[in-house]
């Protein structure tokens, strides 16, 4: 995912920020000064710094320096590495799903099951960031949700409907064409960002399959022969020979993506509601002009979300300050910190896993266009948390299908065989 990473855009910047000006004294700078790691999107930069400043004030003595990592591969490799050198900082926030799992957690974190903190948060959390049974991390921000943003003018404009089949959704596609606009905002500058047809489609592939995901973990279904699951590759390549991507958009930037979308100089962008902060941040006087829908299927009948549950915050193993790093991860379940996301965030992109979490009163358009599946239980999680299983090469694979190098189906197998690495690895019974 961040990779799906879920909540910013990745600048790799190979620095570190302090956030916050209290300084412990020496003698007890072994207890109370640490480090936290974060991916460096902006929203998550912005977050950490209010974070920090909260807890250093309400933690006299404490201080806590914000290291920053690149997003996507890049970021996963930075990660990995960091825990198998013993190099990790104090605390590191990181994906939960699939690709914690790809991190050896009973080796390389410390277990938080019997923390008097874990009573803080929403059990639906604990399979994500579990290993033999044992609890290794708490959410970080809210749940986020993969479908289409659009641009709600452009649809005002030309008097059109919220899609909740494919065809309708590329019957609008025709018309916004025929209107001068693009239909279909895409930012390969950033591979990431190409992963949303296939991931986003995973609610469609349950509710057809509701046994893929063991089937897929088992080794007993694939991408290329399940036609409902190869369809978010063929989506793309439909897209594509139908010339509706913006001309730009080998080159376009996830942030340049966001500007089009707002400032309505294209209609959709198949991504997650993580970009919804990012908007509020570079366009917060055309926010409103960006609703939600889920990703049209085969069926209307069949429409709902894919969700994907929060990061997830660790300890590393390998930790000299655990104390500390364990009362900084405590306080990030308090209603407290909840206050100080949402006071920068806004209830960014779903709900909290945390049990005192409070809602926000006013919240962005297409976040209520987002609670609409939630009220009606049309959700499903993404696929990465309920298999272990995601090949690391699905964001340049997809790329190439966007740009014409290969087929759906040829790119379906590809990523077939990209996994099976990762379930050797993993040990995984069937591969």
Same mark, same amino acid.
């Given at each position: 995912m961040k990779t799906m990473m879920k909540r910013g855009i990745a600048l790799a910047l190979p620095l570190a920020l302090v956030f916050g000006a209290t300084v412990a004294a020496p003698s007890q700078a072994a207890d109370t000064e640490i480090?936290? #790691?974060?991916? %460096?999107?902006?929203?998550?930069?912005?977050?950490?710094k209010a974070?920090?400043?909260?807890?250093?004030?309400? /933690? !006299?003595? %404490?201080?806590?320096?914000?290291?920053? +990592?690149?997003?996507?591969?890049?970021?996963? %490799?930075?990660?990995?590495?960091?825990?198998?050198?013993?190099?990790?900082?104090? *605390?590191?926030?990181?994906?939960?799903g699939s690709l914690f799992q790809a991190l050896a957690p009973t080796k390389n974190l410390l277990d938080m099951t019997s923390q008097?903190?874990?009573?803080?948060? @929403?059990?639906?959390?604990?399979?994500? *960031?579990?290993? /033999?049974?044992?609890?290794?991390?708490?959410?970080?921000?809210?749940?986020?949700?993969?479908?289409?943003?659009? /641009?709600?003018?452009?649809?005002?404009? @030309?008097? #059109?409907?919220? !899609?909740?089949t494919w065809d309708e959704f590329m019957a609008n596609n025709k018309k916004i064409k025929a209107a001068g606009i693009d239909p279909v905002i895409q930012s390969y500058k950033e591979t990431w960002t190409s992963q949303l047809f296939v991931l986003a489609d995973y609610y469609n592939v349950q509710a057809a399959h509701p046994n893929f995901a063991a089937d897929y973990t088992a080794n007993k279904e694939k991408y290329a022969k399940n036609k409902t699951a190869l369809r978010g590759f063929e989506y793309i390549e439909e897209i594509k020979k139908l010339?509706?991507?913006? +001309?730009?958009?080998?080159?376009?930037?996830? =942030?340049?993506?966001?500007?089009?979308? =707002?400032?309505?100089?294209?209609?959709?962008?198949?991504?997650?509601?993580?970009?919804i902060p990012q908007i509020a941040a570079q366009q917060?006087?055309?926010?409103?002009?960006?609703?939600?829908?889920a990703q049209p299927g085969p069926k209307a009948s069949v429409n709902g979300v894919t969700v994907w549950?929060?990061?997830?915050?660790?300890?590393?193993? =390998?930790?000299?300050?655990?104390?500390a790093a364990a009362k900084f991860v405590g306080w990030l379940?308090?209603?407290?910190?909840?206050?100080?996301m949402n006071s920068v965030e806004g209830f960014a992109g779903g709900p909290y896993y945390i049990k005192a979490a409070s809602i926000p009163n006013a919240l962005p358009g297409a976040i209520q266009d987002v609670m609409k599946y939630f009220a009606k239980n049309a959700t499903a999680?993404? @696929?990465?948390?309920?298999?272990?299983?995601?090949? !690391?090469?699905?964001?340049?694979?997809?790329v190439e299908v966007g740009l014409g190098i290969t087929t759906a189906k040829k790119a379906a197998a590809a990523y077939d065989a990209d996994v099976v690495k990762q379930a050797k690895q993993l040990g995984i019974k069937g591969w």
């Amino acid at each position: 995912m961040k990779t799906m990473m879920k909540r910013g855009i990745a600048l790799a910047l190979p620095l570190a920020l302090v956030f916050g000006a209290t300084v412990a004294a020496p003698s007890q700078a072994a207890d109370t000064e640490i480090t936290w #790691l974060i991916d %460096n999107g902006q929203s998550n930069q912005d977050v950490a710094k209010a974070l920090v400043t909260a807890y250093e004030k309400a /933690n !006299p003595g %404490n201080k806590v320096t914000v290291v920053l +990592r690149p997003g996507g591969t890049d970021g996963d %490799n930075l990660v990995k590495t960091k825990l198998a050198t013993g190099s990790m900082e104090d *605390v590191f926030t990181y994906n939960s799903g699939s690709l914690f799992q790809a991190l050896a957690p009973t080796k390389n974190l410390l277990d938080m099951t019997s923390q008097p903190f874990m009573k803080n948060v @929403l059990s639906g959390f604990y399979p994500v *960031v579990s290993a /033999n049974k044992k609890i290794y991390g708490v959410p970080f921000g809210t749940a986020s949700v993969g479908g289409i943003l659009y /641009n709600k003018k452009i649809y005002a404009k @030309l008097k #059109l409907k919220i !899609p909740t089949t494919w065809d309708e959704f590329m019957a609008n596609n025709k018309k916004i064409k025929a209107a001068g606009i693009d239909p279909v905002i895409q930012s390969y500058k950033e591979t990431w960002t190409s992963q949303l047809f296939v991931l986003a489609d995973y609610y469609n592939v349950q509710a057809a399959h509701p046994n893929f995901a063991a089937d897929y973990t088992a080794n007993k279904e694939k991408y290329a022969k399940n036609k409902t699951a190869l369809r978010g590759f063929e989506y793309i390549e439909e897209i594509k020979k139908l010339n509706y991507f913006n +001309r730009d958009y080998a080159s376009t930037t996830y =942030a340049q993506a966001l500007d089009k979308l =707002a400032l309505g100089q294209g209609a959709h962008y198949p991504m997650a509601t993580w970009a919804i902060p990012q908007i509020a941040a570079q366009q917060p006087a055309n926010l409103e002009d960006v609703g939600f829908f889920a990703q049209p299927g085969p069926k209307a009948s069949v429409n709902g979300v894919t969700v994907w549950v929060p990061s997830g915050t660790y300890i590393p193993a =390998a930790t000299k300050n655990a104390a500390a790093a364990a009362k900084f991860v405590g306080w990030l379940t308090s209603a407290k910190a909840v206050d100080v996301m949402n006071s920068v965030e806004g209830f960014a992109g779903g709900p909290y896993y945390i049990k005192a979490a409070s809602i926000p009163n006013a919240l962005p358009g297409a976040i209520q266009d987002v609670m609409k599946y939630f009220a009606k239980n049309a959700t499903a999680p993404a @696929l990465e948390f309920v298999s272990p299983i995601k090949g !690391p090469n699905l964001e340049k694979i997809l790329v190439e299908v966007g740009l014409g190098i290969t087929t759906a189906k040829k790119a379906a197998a590809a990523y077939d065989a990209d996994v099976v690495k990762q379930a050797k690895q993993l040990g995984i019974k069937g591969w």
